[in-house]
């Protein structure tokens, strides 16, 4: 039986290699992202509040904060956002499911941050307050809405007849005006309105047996046929 002589295989250093190039994790991350290894240490720097990010990317989406720039808009109802995890979300809202309860009302939440925030209601927590009145509101968007009512703004125009509103959803419902639909009927006299709003208002008038007759006003009392003491 001939004898197997191991032979020890001597590589060359590549210490110095080992400085000059990167990782293989990190080569494919640059080779990925078309940076070089200096840009993988950068950061990126928020010239309006000096906030840092490693990526280019963070930072637009970052920087979309100053500029009220929202490209992702939800095509139900409108309502844009600034990031598309956002808009995601938000589209639960109009899936009808609530899979999060408040334990002490019962009232349920498509999303666990609007259950966290309706909480505060609970509590008694409203820590946004208006530096003109002093009013307080659980949420901030809430009180930037709020402010809308000292600064008079209201940039939401209706198109048809030029009234503005505040807020996007009151100019949703006031389109309905104009578009003819009357879904909201009176359960007493048939008469149809085109808000909610309206139908609760003409329920607290009083109503006459005869719907023809009745005009959102009580009947007007002739005093000349008023019955007296004497004619009974």
Same mark, same amino acid.
């Given at each position: 039986m001939g004898i197997i002589q191991q032979t020890e295989v001597s $590589?060359?250093?590549? !210490?110095? !290699? +080992?400085k000059d190039s990167p990782t293989p994790q990190c080569s494919q991350l640059a080779e990925d992202t078309h940076l070089t290894s200096a840009d993988l240490h950068e950061h990126y720097s928020c010239d309006q509040c000096d906030k840092k990010?490693? #990526?280019?990317?963070?930072? /637009?989406? *970052?920087? /979309?904060? *100053?500029?009220?720039? =929202?490209?992702?808009?939800c095509d139900? &109802?409108?309502?844009?956002?600034?990031?598309?995890? *956002?808009? =995601?979300?938000?589209r639960l809202s109009h899936s009808g499911v609530k899979?999060? /309860? &408040?334990?002490?009302c019962g009232r349920t939440f498509s999303l666990m941050d609007n259950l966290r925030t309706h909480q505060l209601l609970h509590r008694g927590v409203?820590? $946004?307050a208006c530096s003109q009145c002093g009013k307080a509101f659980t949420q901030m968007t809430h009180l930037q809405t709020h402010k809308m009512v000292h600064s008079g703004d209201k940039p939401h125009m209706c198109e048809e007849c030029g009234k503005t509103f505040i807020q996007p959803g009151n100019l949703k419902r006031h389109k309905l005006v104009h578009s003819g639909v009357k879904a *909201?009927? &009176? +359960?007493? &006299?048939g008469r149809a309105f085109a808000l909610k709003a309206n139908l609760v208002s003409h329920k607290l008038m009083p109503h006459?047996?005869?719907?023809?007759?009745?005009? +959102? =006003?009580?009947?007007a009392t002739n005093p000349r046929n008023?019955? #007296?003491d004497t004619d009974v």
């Open positions: $590589y060359p250093s590549t !210490e110095q !290699e +080992d990010f490693h #990526t280019q990317g963070h930072l /637009r989406r *970052h920087q /979309r904060i *100053h500029t009220g720039e =929202k490209p992702f808009s139900q &109802c409108g309502k844009s956002f600034s990031q598309n995890p *956002h808009l =995601k979300r938000h899979p999060h /309860r &408040c334990r002490q409203k820590p $946004y *909201h009927k &009176c +359960d007493l &006299c006459v047996s005869n719907p023809v007759t009745f005009l +959102d =006003k009580p009947p008023t019955p #007296t």
